[in-house]
């Protein structure tokens, strides 16, 4: 896989997402409001016109594929992303996975098909945590994605055990989201469950990457000392 090959899937998803909106935009009644965020109960608790809600995922998928096209041109450190080409390309179809699930929810919204949100978005975002995670402890120092703490940015060595770490812990909180996902959870379980792994994915390697510097630094003093 190659950036070339993730820049015409993502255009091609764009497009597709593009032309589903559109169609749907001119199927739905012109007043018609569709839900743009949904709360921990599953209940649609923000709207917008219908047109607004239809383009906000290819637009979304637009603006981050430009981003991570253009990425190696703003990266500073350019030569630990392109050790990193696996983590680079699967977070951009992990974006891929991601919008193609809102656009089906708010789809869903739109022409009464009843297709569970809280599941649907627990099981796109566990996927998108396996394909990120699994590339994570394969990754060098870089700005724009990882963990960027300023331990992991002031030691390569800091950065692998924690990206190693963190990606060990994205990939299984991805498949316990992915199942139960599938389970006959309520949507405030499931919420529970995404945002217990959402936090440990997030703040466990955070805490890992300041002890792993420290005892860095200790055994630098002694070896200097």
């Known amino acids: 896989m190659t950036k070339r090959t993730i820049g015409y899937a993502a255009l091609l998803a764009t497009l597709t997402l593009l032309t589903a909106s559109v169609i749907a935009g001119a199927m739905l009644p012109a007043d018609m409001q569709l839900p743009i965020h949904w709360g921990l109960s599953g209940e ?60 089906l929810a708010v789809l869903s919204a739109g022409f009464g098909w009843g297709i569970p949100v809280p599941p649907l978005m627990a099981g796109a975002i566990g996927v998108m945590l396996v394909l990120i995670g699994n590339q994570l402890g394969k990754s060098r120092s870089m700005y724009f994605i990882g963990v960027r703490t300023p331990w992991t940015l002031a030691s390569e060595e800091v950065w692998i055990k924690t990206h190693r770490l963190c990606g060990k812990l994205m990939v299984l909180g991805g498949l316990a989201l992915v199942v139960a996902a599938l389970l006959p959870l309520t949507p405030g379980m499931l919420a529970g469950v995404t945002l217990a792994v959402v936090l440990i994915s997030a703040v466990v390697p955070v805490l890992y990457s300041f002890i792993a510097w420290r005892r860095e630094s200790a055994q630098r003093d002694q070896a200097s000392g």
């Open 44 to 103: 649609a608790d923000g709207f917008a016109g219908k047109w607004v809600a239809l383009m906000m995922p290819p637009l979304l998928v637009a603006a981050l594929s430009l981003l991570f096209y253009f990425l190696s041109s703003i990266e500073p450190r350019r030569e630990g992303l392109a050790r990193s080409q696996g983590l680079y390309l699967w977070s951009w179809v992990a974006v891929l996975v991601v919008a193609a699930a809102i656009e």
